[in-house]
T-cell receptor, first 113, second 114 residues
Framework: DQQVKQNSPSLSVQEGRISILNCDYTNSMFDYFLWYKKYPAEGPTFLISISSIKDKNEDGRFTVFLNKSAKHLSLHIVPSQPGDSAVYFCAASMNSGYSTLTFGKGTMLLVSP | GAGVSQSPSNKVTEKGKDVELRCDPISGHTALYWYRQRLGQGLEFLIYFQGNSAPDKSGLPSDRFSAERTGESVSTLTIQRTQQEDSAVYLC????????????FGPGTRLTVL
């Protein structure tokens, strides 16, 4: 029973365009959400997070949007760059973040020049 | 400063053998996590240590899996009587405290069980 779902296994975008990665969750107890990026043969690295008290968090080219009523969050990358090509994992936790993370299966983003 | 390190980077073993994987967390990080990623799957939580508290073992898939951590330092994940379905990348992560803070991941150990 997957509690965090990333339904698109892959996404292809042209350089300079917007990349939108989606994530859905089923557990209403989740109140803290994170995105991690993973390059091949490396461990995931933290990208951006959002608490359920917010609906948007922005950091440079990366913005995460949270829609609690729909149990949906998305990561926007604008403008996309070839170096953004990686697997992106959505993760969620409870208790304002003070619990272990539940990860989605990831979406592979390919940004072409 | 040094990040999370894991050893070995690759391990090939025969079915039925025991394996031990090692994780060195970032110094000062009280929380340590083990995950695995099987081919085509997401990260699957295995176990987490927080300071001197009893570890959360809720993600361990069977009693063949166990992990230890001495204080707030090195952790070892042991898989006994390995099976082919244990083949995966085993990732270790640490954070300054449990949850809330971002987790810093090591490069993983790729385990192949023949």
């Amino acid at each position: 029973d997957q509690q965090v779902k990333q339904n698109s296994p892959s996404l292809s975008v042209q350089e300079g365009r917007i990349s939108i990665l989606n994530c859905d969750y089923t557990n209403s107890m989740f109140d803290y959400f994170l995105w991690y990026k993973k390059y091949p043969a490396e461990g995931p690295t933290f990208l951006i997070s959002i608490s359920s008290i917010k609906d948007k968090n922005e950091d440079g080219r990366f913005t995460v949007f949270l829609n609690k009523s729909a149990k949906h969050l998305s990561l926007h990358i604008v403008p996309s760059q070839p170096g953004d090509s990686a697997v992106y994992f959505c993760a969620a936790s409870m208790n304002s973040g003070y619990s272990t993370l539940t990860f989605g299966k990831g979406t592979m983003l390919l940004v072409s020049p | 400063g040094a990040g999370v390190s894991q050893s070995p980077s690759n391990k090939v073993t025969e079915k039925g053998k025991d394996v031990e994987l090692r994780c060195d967390p970032i110094s000062g990080h009280t929380a340590l996590y083990w995950y695995r990623q099987r081919l085509g799957q997401g990260l699957e939580f295995l176990i987490y240590f927080q300071g001197n508290s009893a570890p959360d073992k809720s993600g361990l898939p069977s009693d063949r899996f166990s992990a230890e951590r001495t204080g707030e330092s090195v952790s070892t994940l042991t898989i006994q009587r390995t099976q082919q379905e244990d083949s995966a990348v085993y990732l270790c992560a640490s954070s300054f405290r449990a949850g809330g803070d971002e987790q810093f991941f090591g490069p993983g150990t790729r385990l192949t069980v023949l």
